[in-house]
């Protein structure tokens, strides 16, 4: 993986645009295609919107997003189904189910891995751990201490998957909790620098594990204007190495196409959010050559 290619999609531009003079047709039979799909502050919208309901008129909804998932894993059963965070609280389905209905609903859609969201503590970390048995996927989280709290070896800081040979490794980073969530809210949980944690699993996935692809499933925020020293998205790719693509979450931001952002190393860095509710689904689809060559060709669907 000496060069890092990326070529991006959006609904809106519907081509191709190709950096370094690569393009799809100069791969051969040999190129395995991995599919990342990503959702992010869903905030329990299980129904899509209705027809009067403004810019966001007739999107969104959980069904229509099970057949949008189901379509791409039949054309790439290579896929991987990820969320950064906010799954609770937004509508009267948390208020009165507490969680239950979205992870059910999740796992039917077969998620593959999702990181935490501040709101996810929003019926304490007791209740979001009442609701992990009806999570049929796992969670990941490196710079949140559960070590004194029911959620105990129940967060692993990363997880590794292997889709036709890639070797994928996924880790988690959340927002900062005191000041945003109430403390009694998330207890005894520690909240650790995420920079330095990001520096530390990008080094195991890509060095002891040896992971082809690294990913991050981050609940931070895409930048803060008003704050440049708040650690953001933005800020995490540029203060670290070999994090080759992160989702984020927690700002709402909508991006019609990833930001590609230089690291510590001077290599590119995709970052994608998809806005909130589940009016679109991000999908980036990253191609090996060889080993040698890594292209992504991105785009946003709307649900």
Request: with cysteine.
């Amino acid at each position: 993986m000496k060069r890092r290619t990326f070529l991006q999609q959006t609904t809106a531009a519907g081509t191709l645009i190709g950096l370094g003079g690569l393009t799809l047709s100069s791969f051969s039979a040999k190129t395995k295609k991995i599919t990342i799909l990503h959702t992010n502050d869903v905030h329990s919208h299980i129904d899509p919107f209705g027809p009067n309901d403004g810019r966001n008129a007739n999107k969104g909804g959980v069904a229509r997003r099970a057949t949008l998932i189901e379509n791409v894993r039949r054309e790439n059963s290579n896929t991987l189904l990820l969320d950064a965070g906010d799954i609770f609280q937004g509508t009267p389905y948390f208020n009165y189910y507490g969680g239950e209905l979205e992870f059910k609903l999740m796992s039917m859609l077969k998620y593959d891995l999702a990181t935490i969201g501040n709101h996810d503590f929003d019926n304490s970390i007791d209740g979001l751990y009442a609701q992990l048995p009806n999570a049929k996927f796992d969670f990941v989280n490196a710079n949140y201490d559960f070590s004194n709290t029911v959620l105990d070896t129940h967060i692993k800081p990363y997880k590794i998957f292997i889709k036709d040979g890639i070797k994928i490794g996924i880790f988690g980073l959340g927002i900062e909790l005191e000041g945003l969530v109430n403390k009694k809210m998330y207890k005894e949980t520690v909240y650790l620098d995420p920079i330095e944690k990001a520096q530390d699993m990008s080094r195991i996935l890509k060095e002891d594990e040896q992971c082809d692809l690294i990913i991050c499933l981050s609940h931070l925020g895409y930048n803060y204007k008003n704050s440049p020293n708040k650690v953001s998205d933005l800020v995490l790719a540029r203060k670290t190495k070999d994090i080759d693509l992160i989702i984020g979450g927690h700002t709402h931001t909508f991006l019609k196409k990833p930001t590609i952002e230089r690291n510590s190393n001077n290599e590119n860095v995709l970052i994608n959010q998809v806005g909130c509710y589940g009016l679109y689904v991000g999908r980036i689809d990253f191609y090996f050559e060889s080993g040698k060559e890594k292209i992504a060709n991105s785009r946003t669907i709307i649900v």
